[in-house]
């Protein structure tokens, strides 16, 4: 059963000195996380993938739609309901420094998930719970409480807001980009700790530009394009079997061992100016006609749990 709903979810920006025109960073998105689940969004850099994780976040207020969490309109959320809120849904994002205030110690971190959503726990039980979370995602307390955030590298940092997570009880984890400033084996241990979590039952919205990073983690798949979802589903089926030409041309410009990359066979330059095409995609089409720039688009199941936003999905 999903706990967290999107239903049409829009968010604009205003352009320009008088904010006459809007750039839709998000377009009348939808889609369902079911418990125990990790959804990857994936897309370039500019399709709304981040700005997705700050609206469930609450970072950011929509234009329209609804974020639906375990039966409760997100925005509607006040006082108590909000910390309730904020102790079941937490984020993780790309740069860890950013995340810690330089002149705190570690332990700061731990002190105010404490001060803020647990303060029923008694001090002399804090420091065990802290060391258990710690240990828990392969650090060794002795060695990271008491320092200062440069003392610690990038994986210790984003292992230490695992654990804080771990200490909160997360139910749905926002990880935006979280290992991209990693090295490749510390990759692989966020990665398969991302997977422990969800084995404990935690549910991820899991945010990538890297397709081998979503394919690696992720029970289902959504591509995005320009602010609009345009093929989801179980991830198996995504991949195998992509039927949109972008989630194509993203798989076709993965690039192989051996091969010489020729970004000329890879990419059809995008044309920018005052089109009205209903379909983001149409200057960058492949196989569009000309009615694709006109037509009313709406998601096509190709095949159980796999859904394509394509006038010529199946053909």
């Known amino acids: 059963m999903s706990f967290l709903v999107v239903q049409n979810l829009t968010k604009e920006y205003p352009l320009g000195l008088l904010g006459k025109e809007k750039l839709k960073a998000v377009?009348?998105?939808?889609?369902e996380i079911e418990r125990s689940k990790i959804v990857s969004l994936i897309g370039e850099s500019g399709s709304g993938k981040t700005t997705i994780g700050k609206l469930v976040l609450r970072l950011?207020?929509?234009?329209?739609g609804r974020i639906v969490f375990d039966g409760k309109?997100?925005?509607s959320l006040r006082k108590e309901e909000l910390r309730d809120y904020y102790r079941r849904v937490q984020g993780v994002f790309q740069d860890p420094f950013s995340s810690f205030n330089p002149i705190y110690k570690i332990d700061r971190v731990f002190d105010m998930v404490f001060e803020e959503f647990l303060p029923e726990?008694?001090?002399s039980e804090r420091k065990a719970r802290i060391e258990q979370v710690l240990t828990s995602v392969g650090l060794n307390p002795s060695q990271i409480l008491g320092k200062?955030?440069?003392q610690l590298s990038g994986g210790q940092l984003q292992r230490i807001l695992i654990a804080r997570i771990l200490l909160l009880d997360v139910e749905l984890l926002v990880a935006d980009e979280i290992i991209s400033m990693l090295d490749a084996s510390t990759r692989v241990?966020?990665?398969n700790l991302l997977g422990d979590l969800k084995k404990r039952g935690m549910s991820v919205i899991f945010i990538t530009h890297d397709l081998s990073l979503g394919y690696y983690i992720s029970d289902e798949a959504l591509i995005?394009?320009?602010?609009?979802?345009v093929e989801m589903g179980d991830t198996e089926k995504v991949f195998r079997n992509p039927v949109h030409p972008y989630t194509r041309m993203l798989l076709e410009s993965v690039p192989e061992v051996g091969k010489k990359w020729d970004l000329r066979e890879r990419f059809t330059p995008e044309l920018i100016g005052g089109d009205s095409a209903s379909c983001k995609y149409y200057d960058r089409c492949p196989i569009r006609e000309r009615h694709c720039r006109t037509a009313h688009l709406q998601m096509v199941e190709v095949e159980e749990n796999h859904k394509v936003l394509c006038l010529k999905a199946g053909a």
């Open 27 to 31: 377009d009348d998105v939808s889609f």
């Open 73 to 75: 309109d997100v925005f």
């Open 60 to 64: 950011l207020k929509p234009t329209s």
């Open 148 to 150: 200062y955030p440069h």
């Open 224 to 229: 995005m394009y320009r602010g609009s979802i």
């Open 121 to 123: 726990v008694k001090a």
């Open 189 to 191: 241990d966020i990665l």
